[in-house]
């Protein structure tokens, strides 16, 4: 494997991501903004504990509904950017060395560090994430949950395969679908995600 | 010279610390698209939760940034540095010059709700910018020493309904002492 996910990262994150004088954040093809991880927990935690549990999974769905689209075009936006074409794009020699530096790209966002723990060229990617912010939190607030919370880098998980071994961009998103298999919200000692081609039910 | 801090990544854990809080970057389908779901459901209301969320998270974090200031500031100074740190953080423009103790009206010169939602969604006729009521209901809240409940934000103006700005009128609730 020809990547380099420190270097990546640190060529990432080096990148100028300041507000312009109207104080947006534009990057990569998308509008960026910065949030503190507790208000994202918040209004979520708070949204899906106010409803039924039938309205809270159509919430969960919605939410790695909209993660995935983030992801999608997110990564979609950085792998044609002129820096990933000079910096980034000379490390790549094979579609698997792409999904790790996709990988080593997100850890720059400031979500909690995801990793590869399996990945079958084309099949089925595995990834874990031992400091994602909200699993804690859940447990701090709620107690121990029925089902995973990490919804970002679930529906990440999947974006990487989508991109990578679906159709080309924009018709491949929704080839993969994630399931988080273990998270530390349920009481798991590290989060887990596993991304495989989309089996209709 | 602003108060408002520099970022710190930690990029062994891909954490980034801001003034002793995480942060991360979320880009504009993430933001809208949960937006738009806490629209759909029907049993709550999702755009109160925005707001009460937003105040409680502002409010907290902006008095702490307020209280390692080196040195005391005025309202209107603290206000102004509320309006850099809405800007450092790429939420866009927003005046809160005209702001009391009693409350009054804020002005939104660029949105990044606005500006996202149409990139994503196209126009729509209702106003969009809830966060930033919460935002200021926050703020105003940290900068007067009261509880962020204090006050009603409400946006009577939108970009999003094409007018020039965005207006936030700012009351004191009824209980609101």
Known sequence: MAIDSRKIIELASGLPMASDEKGMIAAFGVYVVMNYNEFFFKLVSRIITMVDDAEAQAVEQKLYDAVLECGYHTFQGARSSMDWRDLILPMIKTPEDEIHALVAFTNMLGIGYIEVEELIPGKRLVTTVRNAYDPGRYLEEYGPQPRGRCYMFNACTASYMDLVYAAPYPNGMGTFTSKEVMCRSMGNPTCRFVAEIHQLT | ?177
Not at chain 2, 104 to 122: N, P, Q, R
Request: charged share 25%; proline share 3%.
């Open chain 2, 1 to 177: 010279m602003t108060i408002v801090p520099s970022l710190k990544f930690d990029s062994e854990h891909n954490i980034i610390e801001f003034d002793g809080a995480l942060i991360s970057l979320h880009c504009h389908h993430y933001n809208c698209g949960l937006l738009k779901t806490i629209e759909e459901i029907s049993q709550i209301d999702g755009h109160a939760v925005i707001v009460e969320t937003a105040a409680e998270q502002f409010f907290r974090s902006f008095r702490e940034l307020l209280s390692k200031a080196s040195k005391e500031m005025s309202p209107d100074q603290a206000l102004q540095e509320a309006s850099e740190l809405y800007r450092f953080m790429g939420f866009g423009r927003l005046d809160l010059t005209e702001l009391t103790a009693r409350g009054g009206i804020a002005y939104g010169y660029s949105s990044y709700y606005v500006t996202s939602w149409l990139a994503k969604y196209g126009r729509r006729d209702t106003p969009v910018c809830y966060f930033t009521c919460g935002f200021i209901a926050g703020i105003v809240g940290a900068v007067f020493d009261v509880a962020p409940q204090t006050y009603d934000v409400k946006e009577r103006q939108c970009m999003m309904l094409r007018h020039k700005r965005c207006e936030f009128v700012v009351t004191k609730k009824p209980n609101g002492d």
